[in-house]
């Protein structure tokens, strides 16, 4: 960190291939063949109706319910960008509303996460912007700083650094690598196509559940 207590770094461009390879698959999928230990704990959606994004992130850390940072960071978004806040957990202020919501949106970015809180949680449904947060409050914050752009930072429990491919739903939001992405995603692919067979095994009468007793026994419980 500067003496200043501010520090901004360039954003780091997309890492597309890895981006295309997951979009269209669901969180859950993809933290189950990552060893189920990815995802953000506790930041969930704002939007009344299905959400889903993929993009690159750029990360911002704010001091408690502080957002000049956030506002520094809304100049060097671009298209395909997730702006992801590491407000410390804290929702007694709101980071985020309908006027940065909408100078996201302008230049190109499709959601954001806050481990914090937002508030105008009716405009983000309108404008169909994805977003996810720990809370809500309409009470408004501090614009003095300190903060950075663009660093490593943790939301939910979970590590998140510039360039990653973030990748959220209806469940939540997990952060991967540009050099686990592809992994992930044919791991991932490969997940879905099992889940759908057994789906349909159930719906035609002929899902086999003998592992249940199996694993029973074996623990020493049958």
Not at 40 to 69: E, F, H, Q, Y
Request: aromatic residues 4%; charged residues 20%; glycine residues 12%.
């Amino acid at each position: 960190m500067s003496t200043t207590g501010i520090e901004i770094h360039p954003r780091k461009e997309a890492f597309q291939e890895g981006i295309s390879a997951l979009t269209g698959l669901a969180t859950s999928v993809v933290s189950d063949v990552m060893g189920r230990t990815i995802g953000a704990v506790n930041i969930l959606p704002v939007n009344k109706s299905s959400v889903s994004v993929c993009g690159n992130a750029v990360t911002v850390s704010v001091r408690t319910g502080d957002n000049l940072m956030i506002h520094k960071a809304l100049q060097i978004l671009k298209p395909g960008d997730v702006l992801v806040v590491d407000g410390g957990g804290d929702i007694s202020r709101a980071l985020f509303g309908e006027i940065m919501m909408t100078v996201a949106k302008s230049k190109g970015a499709i959601g954001c996460v806050f481990d914090g809180a937002i508030r105008d949680v009716d405009a983000f449904e309108e404008h169909q912007f994805p977003c996810w947060a720990r809370g809500v409050n309409m009470r408004g914050p501090y614009k003095d700083g300190p903060g950075s752009i663009n660093t490593s930072i943790s939301i939910g429990g979970m590590v998140v650094n510039p360039g990653d491919v973030i990748l959220g739903d209806c469940d939540g939001i997990i952060a991967l690598s540009p050099g686990i992405a592809l992994e992930a995603a044919q791991l991932g692919k490969e997940k879905e196509t099992a889940e759908r067979k057994t789906i349909q095994s159930i719906l035609d009468g002929q899902y086999n559940d003998a592992w249940v007793d199996a694993t029973l026994k074996q623990k020493g419980a049958l």
